[in-house]
């Protein structure tokens, strides 16, 4: 038997991000959560991310009864799952390196954008599962129309955003809050 893990919303602006487990054998499939507050500050520069990762796998494992001995796990080459890579290693987990696509990507890429959609308001058309530069834009545009209020939302860790994004989100602000003051 075989368990397909993936991950959604780890390089994402905002939001909490996910990890995925499919048992391909019977289509089971769960899914768990990595608060946006484990991106950002120290929680970032400790790697929390990495290592949350790490204990949410084996909770995910175990959930799905997985046998070490006779089943093996396609994991998403993502640096999310260094910290798992190297757990699977000491512990003898049969693993392999996957681009996960199908039934896990997009259930997983769903569950980020219901998150997005019902927990954080984001009620954009563009808003797809499909992940890139095209969400990156809705989301950091959503940031920008109400920054002070969504700045919580960003997982502020990411360097980019400190040394150039938020400036840009905060410009953009100052515009848009300009326009509908003269309507």
């Not at 860790?157 to 003269?182: L, M, P, S």
Request: with cysteine; hydrophobic share 35%; charged share 35%.
């Amino acid at each position: 038997m075989t368990i397909e893990i993936d991950d959604s919303g780890t390089g994402d602006l905002v939001g909490d991000a996910f990890i995925g487990f499919l048992r391909q054998e019977t289509g089971e499939m769960l899914f768990k959560a990595l608060s946006v507050e484990l991106f950002k500050g120290d929680n970032w520069k400790n790697k929390e991310p990495y290592k949350m990762t790490v204990d949410l796998v084996k909770e995910g494992l175990k959930e799905l009864n997985f046998d070490k001995k006779n089943e093996k796990v396609l994991i998403c080459r993502g640096n999310i799952f260094d910290q798992v890579r190297q757990y699977f290693d000491d512990i003898g987990i049969n693993h392999e390196p996957a681009i996960i696509e199908g039934k896990l990507q997009d259930a997983v890429e769903g569950r980020l954008v219901k998150h997005l959609r019902n927990d954080l308001g984001i009620r954009s058309r563009k808003l797809t599962i499909k992940s890139g530069a095209k969400r990156y834009f809705v989301l950091f545009n959503w940031v920008s129309r109400n920054f002070y209020n969504r700045e919580k939302y960003v997982k502020s860790g990411f360097k980019k955003w400190n040394n150039h994004w938020r400036d840009v989100a905060i410009e953009n602000y100052e515009k848009f809050k300009e326009t509908r003051n003269y309507k």
